[in-house]
T-cell receptor
Framework: GAGVSQSPSNKVTEKGKDVELRCDPI?????LYWYRQRLGQGLEFLIY????????KSGLPSDRFSAERTGESVSTLTIQRTQQEDSAVYLC????????????FGPGTRLTVL | GDSVTQMEGPVTLSEEAFLTINCTYTATGYPSLFWYVQYPGEGLQLLLKATKADDKGSNKGFEATYRKETTSFHLEKGSVQVSDSAVYFCALSDQASGGSYIPTFGRGTSLIVHP
């Protein structure tokens, strides 16, 4: 079926505004992850959803960041009162819930905060 | 906790040269090991993986062998091409306490191949 999709692909916003990023995982994938990738850097884990269990929010950098997921479907990552240091590519990935399973990544949303 | 260490880049090679990107890991359990590749302007995609000791993952001429005794998963290719220029991420997946699977990624190694 279709891969992981993310929208928008690019988002330019002004400092202080709120933004909402969307991720559509592969159908049937129980696990969903959000990562942040700053320019030239590695992946920074943000949050993990596992089925109907409480999400693991241990990677969220501040209380301005939050995320929701509806069942095993769409997820949204919200950043409130954006700051310039929030500028990055935000990647979403989904997988089945086994040790051996591959993560399938979306193309990312490039966020620029002016 | 789990961790992945990979060699820093950039790695710069001429076309047809031999490539090695080192990756070592620490894990409390028995992880699966992965190499992901990120081509310029694209998202990450799986390159290869190995799920148990001594397994060899291979794809597109790249290989990596799961070495439990040395906790390593080095990526190799015998003859690189310009089109292999990308950032390569080593990662592991293990079941944490509580049953979650949050993969651990290395910082990435940039490969630049010149004609």
């Amino acid at each position: 079926g279709a891969g992981v999709s993310q929208s928008p692909s690019n988002k330019v916003t002004e400092k202080g505004k709120d933004v909402e990023l969307r991720c559509d995982p592969i159908s049937g994938h129980t696990a969903l992850y959000w990562y942040r990738q700053r320019l030239g850097q590695g992946l920074e884990f943000l949050i993990y959803f596992q089925g109907n269990s409480a999400p693991d929010k241990s990677g969220l950098p501040s209380d301005r960041f939050s995320a929701e997921r509806t069942g095993e479907s769409v997820s949204t990552l919200t950043i409130q009162r954006t700051q310039q240091e929030d500028s990055a590519v935000y990647l979403c990935a989904s997988s089945l819930l086994r040790r051996t399973d591959t993560q399938y990544f979306g193309p990312g949303t490039r966020l620029t905060v002016l | 906790g789990d961790s992945v260490t990979q060699m820093e880049g950039p790695v710069t090679l001429s076309e047809e040269a031999f490539l090695t990107i080192n990756c070592t890991y620490t894990a409390t359990g028995y992880p699966s090991l992965f190499w992901y590749v990120q081509y310029p302007g694209e998202g990450l995609q799986l390159l290869l993986k190995a799920t148990k000791a001594d397994d060899k993952g291979s794809n597109k001429g790249f290989e990596a062998t799961y070495r439990k005794e040395t906790t390593s998963f080095h990526l190799e290719k015998g003859s690189v091409q310009v089109s292999d220029s990308a950032v390569y991420f080593c990662a592991l997946s293990d079941q944490a306490s509580g049953g979650s699977y949050i993969p651990t990624f290395g910082r990435g190694t940039s490969l630049i191949v010149h004609p």
